[in-house]
Each structure stands twice: as C-alpha cells, then as structure tokens.
C-alpha cells in the first residue's frame, strides 16, 4: 500500500510531488525546488549535521568488530542485513536557570551517622533539548545528542544546502511534530528538572526545591543524522546505531558469546565463594572488634552482591548493550 496521502504541488514549478506522512521537506523531481511540506514550521532557521556516506558508516561498524574483545573472536560468523538512515529532528536551546535548594547530605564518621542539612543558591548556564517527536524513547536518540553536545559537529542551514546535496541525500528527514512555540514550554521544564537531578544526584535528599528560567535563546531546530545497522548472527538479529556526521558508533547490541557468559558465571561463583567466608569470618569476631569493623564488612558484602547481581544478569541474558568509548 502507498503511503502518499495528499496532492502537493511544487511552489516553483507547480509539479506534483512525492511525499508521506514523515516528509518535512520534498525536493522535486523537475526543476529541483526546496519544498517545505511539514506546515508547521518555515524554513528560516533550521539546520542540519550533513552525514557521511553509508560506506564510510560501515567502515566504523567493522572497525568497531575488529576492535571488540568480544565481535572480533566471531567476526567472520557475522553478516551485515540492512542499513537505514533518518536525520531527527531536536529542538535545542541554551538556558540560564536560576534557584534555591534545601538539602541534606549524611557522612558516616564510625558508627556514628553526621546529617549536614544546607541551603543553596543556584545559577546555572545549560544546554537543554528535546526530540521534535511525540512518544519517542530509544537510547540511541539520548546519546545521539549527547555526543551532539559534546563534539559540537558544524551545522548548516537547511536553506542553503546545494540541490546536488538533496539529490544524493539518501537518509529520510523526519517531520516534527510540535512547533517552536510548544517547544519553549517544553524546553523551560525540562531544564528545571534537569538541574534538579543534577542536584539529586550530588546530594542525599532534597527538602526544598525552587528553579526558574531566567533566559533562554530562541529555540533552534536542529536535524541529527542517526544511522541504525542491523546484523545477524547465529540466526539472531542485533543493532548497531551510528551518529552521522563521522559514522562513529553510539550504541552497540552484542551477543553474549560464550568466553562472555563463562566470565559471568565465574563472577557468581566468586562472590558467593567469598559472600560464604565474609559470613563464616563473622561468626568468629567479637562484639568489639566487629564495632569498629562493620562498615567495611558491609562494604565489602555490598561489593560482592553487586558483582554477583551484574553477573547473574549478563548470564542469563542473550543479548548486552555497550556504549561508544569516542
């Protein structure tokens, strides 16, 4: 079944185009015309990271492979079955926040627990996004513009890129699907509750909590090239996802092999062996010597829990996610 749902017509020439519901622009087969067609954005301010070529995309996929202590010991069973690319659309935005916190934060002296309970002012600088898409959750989007942020790649204006550009541009720009106005609402709280994870994640418990967006710049609209390669092994399939403008990898769906699963297995056994003599070394301390000794026993039972609960997990799963080390 087609997925063309309406008649647009060319603003140049007046020819019809050819588009889906997920089109934002068209470019037209006769005269070569830009045609925005999401009809809720203009064409002013709107930029895109160019991709690189699908060849270059899995050129990183196989250096990643020969690279892995894991893919390379399976390489030659691997095969490559598709490649896909989108540029996704981000609204971003540079925000200076500012507010007030009460918190309290526990230091554990002995056997003695200190709570320092402190209030703070705040002003802070950040850079704040949102996906131009309703329902969107996918871990590759997050470190797509997290990556995106930190290398800062160059940008160009949807406007000016050559009509040679549209012609070989084979990734699909996908349509928004709320404007910049609803943007900025969404833009203001996000970063409120980005600073205040911020501060939940450097404290131990928060009383009171007060933000506000004291500036904000002009939502820009931003197209992120993202590129998804699927691959089989072993009659399985697996993703890898790219970030575009270099082909450098984001995220990495592995199979767990089995010198993976026999590490694993050797750390459950580690952690009980050694849970079992911490346990048996207990029964043998005083009450006085255990008195200035038990925080590190708890330490070191946490430790090993925590060890023994990853292990059991990448046991018994099929499948392990890995995050690009660039």
């Known amino acids: 079944m087609s997925e063309e749902i309406a008649e647009f017509k060319c603003s140049i020439c007046g020819s019809i185009l050819r588009i889906s519901p997920e089109n934002i622009v068209s470019i037209c ?13 203009d064409c002013e301010d709107i930029f895109i990271s160019t991709s690189v070529n699908v060849d270059k995309v899995l050129e990183e996929f196989l250096n990643r492979v020969r690279k892995d202590v894991d893919l390379k010991k399976i ?40 709570i320092i309970r402190n209030r703070d002012s705040f002003s802070e600088e950040i850079d704040i996004d949102i996906i131009a898409r309703r329902q969107v959750k996918n871990l590759a ?33 996908l349509n928004i699907e709320f404007d910049r106005k609803e943007s900025e609402i969404s833009l203001r709280e996000e970063a409120v509750d980005s600073v205040r994870r911020i ?23 931003i197209f992120l090239p993202l590129w998804e390669v699927v691959y089989e092994y072993n009659g399985s399939f697996y993703t890898a996802y790219h970030q575009g403008w270099s ?5 990495f769906y592995e199979p767990i092999t089995m010198s993976r699963r026999l590490l694993y297995a050797i750390g459950m056994f580690t952690s009980i062996i050694l849970g079992s003599i911490i346990g048996s070394a207990l029964s043998l301390l005083t009450l006085d010597s ?37």
């Open 199 to 221: 501060w939940e994640d450097k404290v131990d418990e928060i009383e009171f909590f007060k933000a506000e967006v004291k500036k904000m710049e002009r939502p820009k609209l």
């Open 75 to 114: 390489s030659d069973k691997l095969r490559i079955v598709s490649t896909q690319g989108w540029y996704v659309p981000f609204w971003i935005s540079r925000v200076l926040i500012r507010g007030e916190v009460v918190y309290i934060k526990r230091q554990y002296r002995g056997k003695k627990v200190e």
């Open 141 to 173: 989007l997050r470190e797509l513009i997290k990556t995106y942020f930190r290398q800062k790649p160059q940008l160009a204006e949807l406007k000016n890129l050559a009509e040679d550009w549209w012609r070989l541009n084979k990734l699909t720009i």
């Open 29 to 41: 087969e006769y005269c070569g015309g830009l045609n925005i067609v999401s009809g809720i954005i």
């Open 247 to 251: 082909g450098h990898p984001l995220i």
């Open 290 to 326: 255990l008195s200035d000794a038990w925080w590190i026993i708890l330490f070191l039972l946490f430790i090993l829990a925590l060890i023994g609960y990853r292990s059991a997990k990448g046991f018994i799963s099929d499948i392990r996610v890995e995050k690009s080390w660039r």
